[in-house]
């Protein structure tokens, strides 16, 4: 039987866990928060990419990947609660560098996927400790399609016009040489709790 000295000492840490630790079926319920939230940021960018590229080309395209996708991402943020971006390995925009998780993320997807999963089904998600407090952290893969080759693919594939914007825009640009089927990066969803 615990005295109650020890109770007053482990009711806090107790109560502490309880909001830091999510069970498996509230981290269940927030990854499908989640899934939904990175669709919407697909859905609503893929829709607006590919009306662009059959309108316009992809040389007068690549300012909604530019201007576009962030605005996008911030709109999706704002209406989630949840703070949302993309992220690659081989990242075009400076800023799209993967942190650790999301590197390691990305990682482990590609492994499923060579080991049969669908690259469109493809997602993660992990409760993480950090400095701050636990991060409810999630990704989804982003598949390499052909629509995407003209500004990702291959450099004997991209439109002289399009290399050339990009050598303007993106100095640093590491983003090209996919394939379809590949995975370009992830949607990259975090919460705190
Ligand atoms: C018209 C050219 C164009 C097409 C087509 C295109 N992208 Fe991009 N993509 C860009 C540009 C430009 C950026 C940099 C955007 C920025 O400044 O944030 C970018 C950035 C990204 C990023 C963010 C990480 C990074 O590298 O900066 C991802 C992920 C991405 N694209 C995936 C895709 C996928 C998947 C497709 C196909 C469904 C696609 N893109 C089609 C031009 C394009």
């Known amino acids: 039987m615990k005295t109650p000295a020890l109770i007053t000492l482990a009711l806090p840490a107790l109560l502490a866990g309880c909001a830091n630790s999510p069970s498996a079926e509230e981290q269940a319920a927030m990854a499908a928060d989640a899934r939904k939230t990175s669709g919407a940021l ?48 081989k990242n ?20 499923r996927m060579a080991a049969g999963e669908k690259p469109e089904t493809l997602d993660t998600w992990q409760v993480v ?13 982003l598949p390499v399609q052909p629509v995407c080759l003209s500004c990702h693919g291959d450099p004997a594939a ?26 370009r990066g992830i949607v990259s969803v975090q919460r705190p709790l």
């Open 42 to 89: 697909i859905q609503k960018l893929g829709g607006e990419l590919k009306a662009s590229m059959s309108a316009k080309g992809p040389e007068s395209t690549i300012v909604v990947c530019k201007v576009r996708a962030p605005e996008i991402a911030a709109e999706v943020s704002k209406q989630s609660g949840f703070e949302v971006k993309r992220v690659s390995p």
């Open 158 to 183: 991209i439109p002289d016009g399009v290399k050339a914007v990009l050598a303007t825009e993106y100095p640093q640009d590491k983003a090209i040489g996919y394939a379809p089927g590949m995975i």
């Open 129 to 141: 400790s950090t400095p701050n407090g636990k991060v409810f952290r999630y990704a989804k893969a």
């Open 92 to 111: 075009r925009n400076p800023a799209g560098v993967p942190d650790a998780w999301e590197a390691e993320a990305q990682a482990s997807l590609e492994k």
